[in-house]
Every structure is written in structure tokens, then in C-alpha cells.
């Protein structure tokens, strides 16, 4: 008999018809003999619903209330999958996330989890019931306010909740069959990948694949929680998320991954001296903004500019930081641009196979794409480009890499 | 400078527009120097849409997960309402039930309010902050799992608010503009009241008046917090509840109203001996099910026939409860019937005026209405009639009683 934790993502639960659905799944897991503890997402739209309705309201709607208002959407799935699995004979119990043990720090709508507290989901289990957790959500260890972790914030809702009760394996169940080598709406012919280890996984998931949650990624790395990536709606295995093993590097490039959530700030005639970039970016860490790509020109007459690139979803909030850092740094002033993609191949192949970053701008460049700012680790390559290439950009280094890459992986 | 708790219901916060106004109003309380504590329903058409997923899924759901479902429509509209406020610079604070301390006792669905730990509404008041608390629910003291109110709960969550915080006055914004002598929409000519006491306001609420939740005027009379029931969408005053004064009792009857909520239940061919009335109704108390009007026949043979009342949408929870006893009080069988109605008068000048009842009776019989069952209070007679007549029933006794008693009060 094993543990087994099971997410559910908005799609997979976006209809009453889709609940009963899933009550169906879960109960199989549980006819199979095993203990299930299901992580649930919102109902597909709902999320977006609420979002909207924030904004009628107000352009820039405080974090701690959006939360509040977020994090209603899960209670409702998780209650009525919970009500589902009873009319089905089966005990169940649903937990928002304060009752599961989800205690994270206070930075609303991006939370991290401190320690989960499962007394509850231990209990609940010992006495049979199938425990339906509300995913996205945790409780401020100081203030008790409630939290989110976050879009896609349910991934690591299941691999961290899967970590502490020392799950067998966590299922993340969504509308693919799996982690594919690009996405299949832009490459027909993409393929899905039966395995794939932490690292690729977790660079593909930062590069734009939205099949995962990077920091849930990062989780079953650490705790070594194997995920299976599956479909909803069909049978079928999909893909195993796994430790890193040597003949995986045979591959050189798993996948070409995309983000069109980009946008770039550029801070012009910067004052070329110490502590400048920590003035700049201290305050966008402060906001709570990841900052991806960072670039700064060569210094002409002790002024130079600096770039860097943020999600576009944080633009309106790191114009009013930058607004208000501008006279401090003794900048000129700034632009921006939110019509940028970020086009990745990610591999860990790459370590033993050098020159893929020079063919990857081989090949942007046959297609006349401009690369916009470049930024490397180990095992991705990830390029800046204007947003309106993407799509060609995606096809062309599917090509290039993967495509080709099935007949021979040393052809290059 | 006072501190005002004001409540909005469903229909006040119904759209995103809708909500933008209230915060208006709330902003104007504040503007004029209160300190202001907002408790909000959910949205119009929310709790109901939120009802019906659950019964698609299961007709029988589980009080403790539609608790959980329920809670989740005012912790969107506080959470709205805050940002609204805020948007239009005013420091606003949104707290859901557990957070505000609403601490309950553990019946799901109907929970009753144990105690309210008011710390952190104390403290957000001391910043200079709105509270905006979501109405209709707290925590289990027990297992702090999320509790609701009740129908109508919002009304409750404000009044005990108002009572723990020691506020000036609870003001209840709806869409009427107060307690009317008769529900407006059956009895055009109907007035509003612009003085009622906590008596009458109680009996008309249990009598189905719905313009406040009975609970709710339990704790204003308790802990003497005056009421004051208005209207979101005028300026105009509405009706204040207070404690009774003499010249009340100057008016007969206050006002007419009527609940169709109703069912009858009828357990034929019991056998009439001691022990089984407490037999057949502790199991109904113990499904949290409140029984209206008991009648009981005379024994013929040993054997009687008991017929009650209850709330028509607790009948099919109340039919488990009559199938699981029929064996054990020794029945023939039962029946039910939920084509009925309630329709009551109410006033406490009643108790200074004999003969209110017969000629409620005579009122009724003239318009060739039966009366099924009959119960009286010292300032109210209820009849239960088919709901058929309910209308015709409401604007005879309209006419009887408080139409002709504009004139003359003594006339009778």
C-alpha cells in the first residue's frame, strides 16, 4: 500500500461534470489499496474571474486582500470534490490550506512555505478519509493572514505537501500527457517525454514550460519526490520527473521552451560607480519582483544603461519602483518594453556536448531573428527576441535540435 | 465620535458596481468622523449558484463541506470591498471570519456563535483602519474548522459585532428601505415602520418577515444595540429596532407577514404514552432541525396522530430523521406536506387587547380560508394555511388589522 499525493489542476476540475470526474480517478487510487491525499486547483477561469473583478475595482489592488480574494477559489473545489467522494461512499475530508499545516512567510501573492504542520492530514488519513486539500494557499506565521504561493502555486502545494507525509510518488494530473519537447500548439510534431530529470525539469519550468511550477520543481528535487506528469482524461503514463542518471546526457537538448510573460525595464545614463545596481535592484527585491536577465552596457563618460528583464505580469508594480529610485540613482530615466519573448533549449546533455549556444544563435539568426539579451547556465541557453517571433523561433530550434537530434544526438 | 457597525447584504454588493457604491457610503460614515466596522454578505446570486454546484454533485452534500463551499462567497466580497476602499485612499482592512474571532459551536450549517475574540479588530481600528468583515461565518472552537451562520447569518455576525465592540448603533443596509406593516410586493399600500421594538422585530423575523435574521435581533435585545434597518440605495432613514416603550403598545398589531418556507410533517397512529413526543423530537433536535408548531390529536384507541412544523428546505433531512424512529415510537407511517404557509400578526399592543385572535380566525374564514394549525405568543398569532391563499391571507389581515388601525386603534 503506498501514499500517494494526486494534483488536480483548474481544468481538470473547471465543471461540476469534471468533478465527479475526478472523484472517479481518486477513488480508483483508493480501490488500488492506496492511501491518497489530492491536492486541488481552482475551477478554470475561476482565478481569472476573481482577478477581473479585483481590477474593475482598482488598477493596483493590494496583495494581502488579493489573496483573501484568491484563495476562495480552491475552497470551493476542494469542497465540492470533498462532497463528490462522499456521494460516492467514499469518507473524505477537505482542508483549506491554514487546516492542512500550510504556514508560509508573509510576502502576499508569492508566499514560501515555512513548514507544514500535518497533524490533521495524519489524523484524517489514520481514520480512513481521503483528504482533499484547497492547493495555493497558507496561512502568514505571523499575522495568520491567509497567503498564496503564487500561479501554479498547487504544483508546489503537492510536492511539498507529498515531501512532509513521505508520499510514494505525487501525480500531477492536468489537461497534457505529459512534459513534451516544445509546446505541441506551436510544434505539431513535438514529442513527450517519458522521463526527464530535476534539473532540465526545473529549467524548463523557469524558461516558460507551465506545465510545473519552477519552486514546486525545486521541492521534489530536494526531497527526492518522484513526479508523474499524466493526463486527466486518459490512461495513459505520462511523464516521470526523476533523479538525474548519467545516460540522460546522451540527449543534448530535451526541449525548446517559451515566454511570452516578459517584459524589460532599461535604466538609462546610470552614473558608472559602486552600489548602483544594489540601489536599483534592492528596492525590486524588496517589491517582491523576480528579476531574469540583467545586462549593462559599457560605460561611456562615466554613464552607462542597464537592462534587465522582469514577468510582464510585475510591470505596473516595477514602474512605480523604478519611479521612485530614479533620482537617487541619478538616472536620466528609463523605458520599457513589455513585446519581448524569452525562447530557451534546455538539456543536460549540454554539459558534455559544447558549441549549442553558437548554433542556437546560428539558427535564430538564419531566420532573421535579433537577439535582444542572451543569458546561459549549465544546461540552458535562454534568448531575449521580439515577442511577434516566437512561434518561428520555437519551430526553428525545435528543428535544429530536437527533431534532428532523434536520428543522431552527436550529428552536430 | 462614534463606532458604527453597518452590514450590507447580497443585493447591496450584488455587482462590482454595486460594491464601488457601498464603499462610497462607508467612506461617508467615515468622513463624517466614525469609526466604521463593515460586515458584507456575498454577492447576490453567489451563495445560490455555489448551492446548486453542490447538489448537482450530491443531493444530500455534508454540512461541513458546505460550510467550507459557502464561506467562500463574503470572503470575495469583503476582500473586493477592502480593495475598493483602499482604491479610494482610505486605510481598509479585509478579515474573514476567523480572523475577526468569531468562535462557534460545532453545528455545521447553523452554527451558533460562542464567543468573538475581537483583538485584531481592535487593533486594526487603533491604526485608523475600516474593518471589513466577512459576514455568516466563523471557526468551530473545537475543530476550527469553518462554520456558517445560518440563512440570513451576515445580520447575526453584525449585531454580535456591534455588541462586542460596543458600538453606538448596527446599521442593516438591505434593498428595502425598512420593516414594512406588510411585505410591499403581496400589500401595495403597506407602510414602513419607523419605530419597532426587539419583541415585535423578533416574532416578525421568526414569522418569515425577512428583512433580519432572528438571532440577530435575539443578541440587539440582549445586549441592548440599537438596530437601525435602511436602505443602501436611498439617504433616507429606515426603521430603528429599540427596547420597548409604553406607547407601543399604543398599536395593535404592527405589522403582517408570512413564511412559505414551511413543511408539515404528520406521524400517524402513535401510541400515547409518556416518553414518545421526546422520543420522536430529540432526534430531530439532535439534525439541528427547528420545529415550529407541534399539534397533537386526541387519543383514540390508545393511539394519536402528531403533526409539526419545520422550514421546507429541512424536509428532506427531517424525513431521514422520521424513517430512521418510525420502529422504535411504534408509528404506523408518516406524512408530509409542504404546500403550506405560515402567516402571522404581530404586535405587542396585543398584550393590552383582548381578541385579536378570533378575529384573525373571522378574517381568515371570510375569505373562505381553513386554518391547518394554530400557535400564539403573547404578541403574535401564526396560522399555518395551504400556500395557495397565502397573498389573499396576508392583504385581508393587512386591511383587517393595520390598514383600518390608521384611524382608530381601539376600533375593534
Partial sequence: MALVVQKYGGTSVGTVQKIKNVAKRVAKSREAGNDVV???????????????MAKQISEMPDDREMDLLLSSGERVSSALLAIALKAGGYPARAFTG???????????????IKKIEAQKIHEALREGEIVVVAGFQGIDELSHDVTTLGRGG????????????????????????GVYTADPRIVPHAKKLDLICFEEMMEMAS??????????????MKYGIPIHVRSTFTEKEGTMVVPFSQEMEAVVVSGVTHDKNQAKITVMGVPDRPGVAKALFMPIADAAINVDMIIQN???????????????????????????????????????????????????GMRSHPGVASKMFETLANEGINILMISTSEI?????????????????????????GEESEESQ
Same sequence: chains 1, 2.
Fill in 380 to 404: 540552458k541557453v535562454s534568448c531575449i527576441i521580439e515577442s511577434k517571433y516566437t512561434e518561428l523561433a520555437v519551430r526553428a530550434l525545435h528543428d535544429a535540435f530536437v527533431k534532428q
Fill in 154 to 177: 498547487s504544483d508546489t502545494t503537492a510536492v511539498a505537501l507529498a515531501a512532509a507525509l513521505k508520499a510514494d510518488v505525487c501525480e500531477i494530473y492536468t489537461d497534457v500527457e
Fill in 207 to 220: 524558461a516558460g514550460a507551465k506545465v510545473l511550477q519552477v519552486r514546486s520543481v525545486e521541492i521534489g
Fill in 38 to 52: 489530492v491536492v486541488i486547483s481552482a475551477m478554470a477561469g475561476e482565478t481569472d474571474r476573481l482577478i477581473n
Fill in 298 to 348: 559599457v560605460s561611456q563618460d562615466g554613464l552607462t544603461d542597464i537592462s534587465f528583464t522582469i514577468a510582464r505580469t510585475d510591470l505596473p508594480k516595477a514602474i512605480e519602483v523604478a519611479k521612485g529610485v530614479m533620482s537617487a540613482l541619478g538616472a536620466k530615466g528609463f523605458t520599457t518594453n513589455a513585446d519581448i519573448a524569452k525562447v530557451s533549449i534546455v538539456g543536460v
Fill in 98 to 112: 491554514r487546516q492542512a499545516g500550510f504556514i508560509t512567510n508573509g510576502v502576499h501573492t508569492k508566499a514560501r
